[in-house]
């Protein structure tokens, strides 16, 4: 399918009827519902969806650089830039099919602009896949097919929608150090309990485990977020006055989304000539009565 600027998207669908849309711009998830049609992933309703202009919702993809951690546009290129489907992707040994619908796509250093700004040579592989249950998993391969090693930050910028920002709860961060995008001394550590939110949140939350958990007690549901390979988590809320800066975000908005992303940022990953890493974003629904 085509959006109106006429960039191509992909529809995943399984059999029950869940589905999740992937934007060829960006290699960015606009869209991930349940089976009866419930949409999990915000999306404002003031996006610019004219690329290079990543949309303001769903999972862009923040590469080669997290926010303004380097000397590259915030959150790199990648977000922008257009990706390709790619039918013949290198083998992904671990990754079992069965009931998944799922695409490859790939976004390779070819163009003058990317070597210009960022002067290696890199694949990017990913492949986004909807599983029988409804769970969403994004799996980043990044490749150096360079002849000098290079490094990068990543984060799955995933805007999770809920009923109200200051109704739910995030846990699996609690006793973290974090770095502050809002304060001078950037680094602190989390008190004691989960996380809830009543003004603005933009923070780095650094070696956390496996599995964090976003609560909406008023929606019953929770988010179950569940990453391989990406030690840090983003937890970002623009709150009411940055709302009001953001063109491509309604005043109110910020109350119905949260950002939770997997992400690697503090410590870089360095790819040696060759060398190829892996990480990946299993996000999954729990339904409460
Ligand atoms: C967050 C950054 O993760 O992303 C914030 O830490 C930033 O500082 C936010 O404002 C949104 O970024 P952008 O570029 O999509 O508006």
Known sequence: VKDKNGTDQILLQNPKGASVKISLHGGQVLSWKTEKGDELLFTSTKANSKPPHPVRGGIPIC?????????????????????????DPPALPSFDATGKAYVDL???????????????????????????????????????????????????????SISDISEVRLEGLETLDYLDNLQEKERFTEQG?????????????????DVVAVFDH????????????????????????????????????????????????????????????????????????
């Open 63 to 87: 590469f080669p650089q997290f926010g303004t951690r380097g000397s590259l546009e915030q959150h790199g290129f990648a977000r922008n830039k257009m990706w390709l489907v790619e039918n």
């Open 106 to 160: 790939v976004l390779k250093s070819s163009d003058e602009d990317t070597m210009r700004i960022w002067p290696y040579s890199f694949e990017f592989h990913l492949r986004v896949s909807l599983a029988l249950d409804g769970d969403l998993t994004l799996i980043s391969r990044v490749r150096n097919i360079n002849s000098k090693p290079f490094s990068f930050s990543i984060a799955y910028h995933t805007y999770f």
């Open 193 to 209: 309990d989960a996380l809830t939110f009543e003004s603005e949140i933009d923070r780095v939350y650094l070696n956390s485990k």
């Open 218 to 289: 008023e929606r019953k549901r929770t988010f179950l977020i569940r990453k391989e390979g990406l030690p840090d988590v983003v937890v970002w809320n623009p709150w009411e006055k940055k709302a009001r800066a953001l063109t491509d975000l309604g005043d109110d908005e910020y109350k119905h989304m949260l950002c939770v992303d997997g992400a690697a940022i503090e410590k870089p990953i360095t790819l040696k000539p060759g060398e190829e890493w892996t990480g990946k974003l299993h996000l999954s629904l729990v339904l409460s009565t």
